[in-house]
């Protein structure tokens, strides 16, 4: 008990310092200016920061609850204590020659963990062969996602050192937490020692990953599921959205929202135009007839290579600076209606997550950092296999062959 006990008290502290790491922006007059938001109406209670006392007694939660079953920090010390290291210098590598790979594995990280826990039943084919059976990687949600590749470019390395040791699971975990940090991101502790699923769960993946054209109602409520509360729904949704918004979600809202045949009537003629000039097919047409705006050279350039889509960027406002990537372009974004994705916008139809957006917006973009390191050690601690249970693939796409 006392061991467990000084294990808990000892990672807590490493959480608040790596917390304190990630916060590399002084906040001074943008706290206060948190700290005094409110939403119009005078009688709703402001959005508070929350203070290192707090976040201590949130990460110690975190260290005694189920979440953490048999997990560990550092949990391969023992068994291969070069993993983690080579996670993050193969991480390194990849992303000097594709900066996108953060964004990718991100969302593959979501999707995985969003369907029963982080196991990494999204990357596994467990058909074999059979054409008639349905596969999670291959449910409508999780058509575009990519990273597959990366993941098992990683797992090689490890197996090349570590055989059979090292699970594809906590492979995407850290992987995506290296991701997160390279691109700017802030830094936070991962617990290890996931084990794999032997399925994969196609029609949970298709009932319960968020959808693009969902409304607050929706969205608020499958992530409530899943022990997350709005304020962590805001923060891992500003995270999620960081990444280039493919055409695919975009293109529905322009010209058949929900089934209708017509454009999403919540979106202003000239933002439809805007989005147009990236995502229609001829990325021409306006939506009141009349020509859209000629696309920039770097517009014509991101069509020819095939990636087409929009960033919540300096690109849809000239009034929003550009930046790192983990800061308030996506809040910012909301607060103009700017919203690329009918879910994103849904964000302002809620009293308490429009002023979480408002709260996020007002500052330079440290407390967002925060909130999504506590939410996203949160999300990668989900249920999921330890222990004797799943098994430890070797290739991430395969289930090991069982006698």
Same mark, same amino acid.
């Given at each position: 008990?006392?061991?467990?006990?000084?294990?808990?008290?000892?990672?807590?502290?490493?959480?608040?310092?790596?917390?304190?790491?990630?916060?590399?922006?002084?906040?001074?007059?943008?706290?206060?200016?948190?700290?005094?938001?409110?939403?119009?109406?005078?009688?709703?209670?402001?959005?508070?920061? /929350?203070?290192?006392? &707090?976040? #201590?007694? @949130?990460?110690?939660?975190?260290?005694?609850? !189920?979440?953490?079953? =048999?997990?560990?920090?550092?949990?391969?010390?023992?068994?291969?204590?070069?993993?983690?290291?080579?996670?993050?210098?193969?991480?390194?590598?990849?992303?000097?020659?594709?900066?996108?790979?953060?964004?990718?594995?991100?969302?593959?990280?979501?999707?995985?963990?969003?369907?029963?826990?982080?196991?990494?039943?999204?990357?596994?084919?467990?058909?074999?062969?059979?054409?008639?059976?349905?596969?999670?990687?291959?449910? /409508?949600?999780?058509? &575009?996602? #990519?990273? @597959?590749?990366?993941?098992?470019?990683?797992? !090689?390395?490890?197996? =090349?050192?570590?055989?059979?040791?090292?699970?594809?699971a906590d492979i995407l975990a850290l992987a995506t937490r290296d991701g997160i940090v390279l691109a700017d991101g802030p830094f936070y502790p991962v617990f290890t020692g996931r084990r794999d699923s032997t399925r994969s769960y196609p029609d949970e993946a298709m009932a319960e990953i968020p959808k693009p054209d969902d409304n607050i109602t929706q969205t608020l409520r499958l992530f409530s599921l899943r022990g997350f509360s709005d304020r962590e729904t805001v923060s891992l949704l500003g995270a999620a959205r960081i990444p280039k918004i493919g055409c695919e979600f975009i293109q529905a809202r322009l010209n058949n929202f929900k089934g209708t045949g017509k454009p999403d009537p919540t979106v202003s003629p000239g933002f439809q135009n805007e989005m147009r000039i990236f995502c229609d097919d001829n990325g021409t047409r306006s939506s009141q007839n009349s020509p859209a705006p000629a696309p920039s050279r770097g517009v014509l350039k991101e069509r020819s290579s095939g990636r087409r889509g929009m960033p919540y960027f300096q690109q849809l406002s000239s009034s929003i600076s550009s930046g790192r990537g983990f800061d308030t372009h996506y809040y910012q974004s909301l607060l103009k209606g700017r919203g690329l994705l009918f879910a994103d916008q849904q964000l302002m139809a809620n009293d308490r997550t429009a002023r979480l957006v408002r709260a996020y917006a007002s500052d330079d973009g440290s407390?967002?950092?925060?909130?999504?390191?506590?939410?996203?050690?949160?999300?990668?601690?989900?249920?999921?296999?330890?222990?004797?249970?799943?098994?430890?693939?070797?290739?991430?796409?395969?289930?090991?062959?069982?006698?």
């Open positions: 008990m006392m061991a467990s006990s000084m294990k808990g008290l000892a990672f807590a502290m490493v959480v608040i310092f790596s917390v304190l790491l990630s916060l590399n922006n002084p906040r001074g007059e943008s706290e206060r200016a948190f700290l005094s938001v409110s939403s119009p109406s005078s009688q709703e209670p402001p959005v508070n920061l /929350v203070s290192l006392a &707090s976040t #201590k007694d @949130f990460f110690m939660e975190m260290t005694d609850g !189920e979440a953490q079953k =048999n997990l560990d920090y550092d949990f391969y010390r023992d068994t291969c204590p070069e993993a983690e290291t080579i996670v993050r210098d193969t991480m390194a590598q990849i992303y000097s020659q594709q900066k996108n790979v953060s964004a990718q594995l991100l969302r593959l990280f979501f999707h995985d963990c969003f369907i029963k826990g982080c196991d990494a039943s999204v990357l596994l084919d467990d058909s074999n062969g059979n054409k008639n059976h349905s596969i999670e990687k291959q449910a /409508v949600p999780n058509k &575009s996602l #990519k990273g @597959f590749d990366k993941i098992d470019q990683i797992k !090689e390395v490890l197996e =090349n050192v570590c055989p059979g040791v090292v699970s594809c407390t967002f950092r925060m909130d999504f390191s506590r939410a996203m050690m949160k999300m990668s601690e989900r249920r999921g296999l330890t222990g004797s249970e799943g098994q430890v693939r070797v290739h991430c796409s395969l289930p090991l062959q069982t006698s």
